[in-house]
Structures are given as structure tokens and as C-alpha cells.
């Protein structure tokens, strides 16, 4: 019997939403191995290849499946927001590019920090494409989508005119933290060793510093209105942020915070107001990435030779973007190219990081366990001072470890892959990777890509979406950090709310 178009309704219907729990299991389950059996299959018929090509391939083929997603959210989507971005991104320059710069010889890739791991750098990246293939399973997974789709929106609400003195506040207080650990604290990443930055005044003095990177986003939401964006008030708040963002930049020499304030600002433009071309909105993102490396790179490498040195009050924190953009000049386009070409291809190295993992992690002795991947939320809630044993980040004892050097603290790329294989082996990696992949559709999914998603949810995403992207770190430090951006987030929401209803900022108003 042939069903009607009643039938043919009915039975879709029964055939998606309709699947009971065990029925979704089982989806997930063939999901996870197909995509296994996938990357074994490239495995293997890579290994048919002739010698020296069957790691270029490897490189090629995965280059190809991270940047495909991304391209297409970028060019034809114009949506910075979706997580694919980055983490295709990510996966390209650390196990694409530099793979295959490494193979051709290139000048611009530098030697890795451990030896000998050259028969493992086609084992690395197929373990890569297996990770990256479940990620994708659990991303693009349809049952899950739907599912991601039911659940409930929570509502909040934000006043209707802008609480520009709330606002410039939150921003006060958060530069105010950064100062004091850059001034009082001399806290430059490169300055500190693992312990000082285990401390909990400085994670709290960290933590209170992000408090500006909310407020600009905020300020975002009210900026880039649907019905009309003012170029004047936007050119007014950007005159006053991007020149102290960029001070900090280069004090404390690292790039992704003004890169996430400007691609959050450009997603969140996008978002509300969707005028940017796929094109030039994906060309402007790669401008701003080399601009940043460029900008970067070479204030390093002037601090290195003793042209320039590091801020240590506030008079020289004031003077260093002046000085530094005179050796900008100086270097000319060629150098400045050339420097974030070379600091692209030599910061992105978890290739040959999953290759060392896998050539001398069985001599590797560490106190780990699947369970203190459970115990994120207790990482990040309670002190140290209070749990004096809790656990450590582990990626600087398997640095120490592979060079054979008693006590380094120097710290590398674990990635979230090699962090599961050392934790779990190969099971580790297939299920941790689709796990990956599930939370970040529950949270693309969830905040941002629904019906009645308003740009409340985006920001409170973009507070989670920057720390989670760093796919080529440990685990539990970018969730812990996650755990932390997100009640920062709610907590500055509120405030913003009530601040502003007392302040006499207008009635509150949903879905703003």
C-alpha cells in the first residue's frame, strides 16, 4: 500500500522527532563509526602510496575537510559565529599548513622543539582527520540539531536605551585589573612561570579583567541596531577602546584579545544587522589575523634584540605603541609579511605535537584520570587555597618530560586530541571528539542559531565561544576558563539591568 501525503507526513515525522532515546543512541552510535571506519580507510590507503608522499596527502585531505566548513560559513553565510570557524581554522594551520611547509622544506617553518619524530607525523595527522571527522559527526549530527532546536529559550531582558555610564564602568573596572597586573605584578605572560599564574589573585585580577571585553560587546548589541546603526557613535566608541585594547596588545604581547573584540564586533554586526558580503567580511577577517601576527611578531622580536623594552610603569605603557609603530615603519610591509607569515606557521605546531605524543608518550608518568574531566566545574569554582591538591595543568610535565629536562616549566599545544590520547588512547579520541562536536551545536545551536535567539544569547555565546575555540590547548584549563566567562557573563548581564532600571536607564525591554 502506497501511504498518502498525510501518511508521507506522518511517517518523516516518526522517522525524525519521533525516535525515542535509544533510537538517537543507536544514530549516534553508527555516526561514530562510520566516521571511524572513514579514517581508517583514508589511513590505509594513504599507506599505499609511494614514500614521502603519504604525509602530504594526509595534510592535503585534512586541509580540505577543515577549511571546506569554514569557507562556507564565511563566504556564503557571512557567520563568524559558528564554531566550524575556528576550529576548521585551527586544525588547517596546525596540522595543514604547517605540515606541509615542514615537508616542502620551507624556511618559514622552524624546527619543532623535539626530535626524532619524523615517522610519526603521518600517524599524527590521521589521527587529526579521525578527530576532526567526529567532531563533524557530532556538529552536523540532524537529530541532534532538532533536539538542540526544543529546548526551552531562557528569557532575559535588557533596557531599551543604551546604559552608556553602566557600560563605561564595567570597561573602568576591567582595565583598571589589567593595569594593576601589568603595572604592579610586571604580569607579562613571557614574565611568569606556571606557578605565579596558578595563583588565585591572579586568576581573579585575570578574570575581572575580562569584565572590558564584555562591556564592548555589550555596547555592540546597542550599537548595531536592526532598524539603524549611527557611524558616528560607533567611530566615537571604537576612538576610545581600540587605542587602550591596542596598549594592552602589546604590553602584555598577546594578540587574540583585540583580534576577539574586533571579529566579536564584526560577528556581532553581522548578526544584527547583516549588510557585510561573505567575501569581503572572510577577506577582512584574514587582514585583521595578519595585521595582528605582523603587529606582534616584530615588537617581539625588537624586545629579544633590546630595541624596545616592556612597559614597567605608566609612562612607558604610554609611550610603547608610539615606539613600537616607529619600528613598523621601519620594518617596511616586507618584513612585516614575512614576520606573520613565519609566526603563523611556527605558533601552529599541534601536528608535530600529537607526533611527539605519539613517539614518547608511553614514557610519559602522569597523574591523570578521566575523571578530572568531570570535575571542570569544581576546577573552576573552587580556589586553590582551599584545595591545595587540585590538579595542575599537565601540558608543561609532558614538555618537561619529553626533553628530558628536570623541573621545565616551559608549556606547549597539548590540543584537545592529544590530551584525549594520552588520557584515553584511541577510544578517547573517538568518543572525546564527538562529544566536542555535540557541545558545540548545543551551544552554536542553543544561543544563536534559532528561532527567538536574540543578541543577549549571542553575547553570552561569544563569552564561551572565545575561550572554547583554542582546540590546540589542554582540556580542562579552556572549559575551566569556559565555566567562569559564562557566570562573569550572566552576573554583568544582570548588573547592566539593574544598574540601568535604577539609574533611571528606561524599562527593560525582552529581546533586545
Given amino acids: 500500500m502506497v501511504p498518502g501525503p498525510a501518511n508521507e507526513v506522518d511517517l518523516r515525522h516518526a522517522l525524525t522527532r519521533g525516535r525515542d532515546l535509544s533510537g538517537q543512541l543507536v544514530v549516534a552510535l553508527l555516526c561514530a563509526l562510520s566516521a571511524a571506519v572513514a ?22 585531505v585534512l586541509s580540505a575537510l577543515a577549511l571546506a566548513p569554514a569557507v562556507h560559513a564565511l563566504i556564503w553565510r ?26 616542502a622544506g620551507s624556511e618559514l617553518a622552524e624546527p619543532f622543539i623535539f626530535v626524532n619524530i619524523d615517522n610519526e607525523r603521518g600517524p599524527a595527522v590521521a589521527l587529526a582527520i579521525l578527530a576532526l571527522v567526529l567532531t563533524y559527526a557530532g556538529y552536523y549530527a540532524p537529530w541532534w540539531r532538532r533536539a538542540v532546536g526544543r529546548i526551552p529559550q531562557i528569557p532575559m531582558a535588557l533596557p531599551a536605551h543604551a546604559p552608556w555610564m553602566v557600560l563605561s564602568l564595567i570597561y573602568a573596572v576591567g582595565v583598571i585589573a589589567r593595569s594593576v597586573l601589568l603595572l604592579d605584578r610586571r604580569a607579562t605572560f613571557a614574565s611568569l612561570d606556571l606557578q605565579e599564574r596558578l595563583t588565585d589573585d591572579f586568576n581573579l585580577l585575570l578574570q575581572i579583567g575580562s569584565f572590558s571585553q564584555f562591556a564592548v560587546l555589550l555596547a555592540g548589541v546597542y550599537l548595531f541596531r536592526p532598524e539603524r546603526v549611527r557611524p558616528g557613535v560607533v567611530a566615537a566608541v571604537l576612538a576610545v577602546i581600540a587605542p587602550i585594547e591596542a596598549i594592552f596588545t602589546v604590553a602584555f604581547g598577546a594578540k587574540h584579545v583585540f583580534a576577539f573584540l574586533l571579529v566579536g564586533l564584526a560577528g556581532l554586526y553581522n ?18 589575523v595578519v595585521v595582528m601576527f605582523g603587529v606582534v611578531t616584530i615588537y617581539r622580536d625588537r624586545i629579544h634584540r633590546g630595541v624596545l623594552e616592556r612597559p614597567t610603569d605608566a609612562a612607558s605603557l604610554a609611550t610603547a605603541p608610539v615606539a613600537l609603530a616607529g619600528e613598523l ?4 610591509p616586507g618584513e612585516f609579511l614575512h614576520a606573520a607569515l613565519r609566526t603563523l606557521a611556527n605558533r601552529h ?10 613517539a614518547y608518550g608511553d614514557t610519559v608518568d602522569l597523574e591523570i584520570t578521566g575523571a578530572d574531566l568531570v570535575l571542570i566545574p569544581a576546577f573552576a569554582f573552587v580556589p586553590r587555597a582551599i584545595w591545595p591538591d587540585k ?12 626533553r628530558g629536562v628536570e ?14 590520547y594520552l588520557r584515553h588512547g584511541l577510544p578517547g579520541v573517538v568518543i572525546g571528539s564527538l562529544m566536542l562536536g555535540l557541545l558545540y551545536r548545543l551551544l552554536y545551536g542553543w544561543l544563536v542559531d534559532r528561532t527567538g535567539a536574540t543578541a543577549l544569547g549571542a553575547v553570552l555565546y561569544l563569552a564561551l565561544f572565545w575561550r572554547i575555540i583554542f582546540v590546540n590547548a589542554e582540556i580542562i584549563p579552556v572549559y575551566v576558563q569556559a565555566i567562569r566567562s559564562l557566570v562573569v557573563g550572566l552576573g554583568l548581564l544582570v548588573l ?17
Fill in 349 to 358: 605546531t599541534s601536528g608535530e605535537t600529537v607526533a611527539s605524543i605519539l
Fill in 391 to 402: 590538579p595542575a595543568p599537565f601540558s608543561p610535565q609532558v614538555s618537561s618530560a619529553f
Fill in 496 to 512: 547592566v539591568a539593574y544598574a540601568s532600571q535604577v539609574m533611571g536607564g528606561g524599562r527593560a525591554q525582552r529581546g533586545l
Fill in 329 to 332: 615603519v621601519q620594518a617596511g
Fill in 39 to 60: 579514517g581508517a580507510a583514508v589511513a590505509l590507503a594513504v599507506g599505499v602510496l609511494p614514500e614521502g608522499r603519504a604525509v602530504p596527502v594526509l595534510a592535503f
Fill in 78 to 103: 557571512g557567520d563568524l559565529f559558528q564554531p566550524i570557524v575556528p576550529i576548521g581554522l585551527f586544525f588547517f594551520l596546525d596540522f595543514g599548513m604547517r605540515t606541509l611547509l615542514v615537508e
Fill in 407 to 420: 623541573g621545565n616549566r616551559t608549556s606547549f599545544g597539548m590540543t584537545h586530541t592529544g590530551d584525549l
Fill in 271 to 288: 548578526y544584527r544587522v547583516r549588510r557585510l558580503g561573505g567575501l569581503r567580511f572572510a577577506l577582512a577577517v584574514a587582514a585583521v
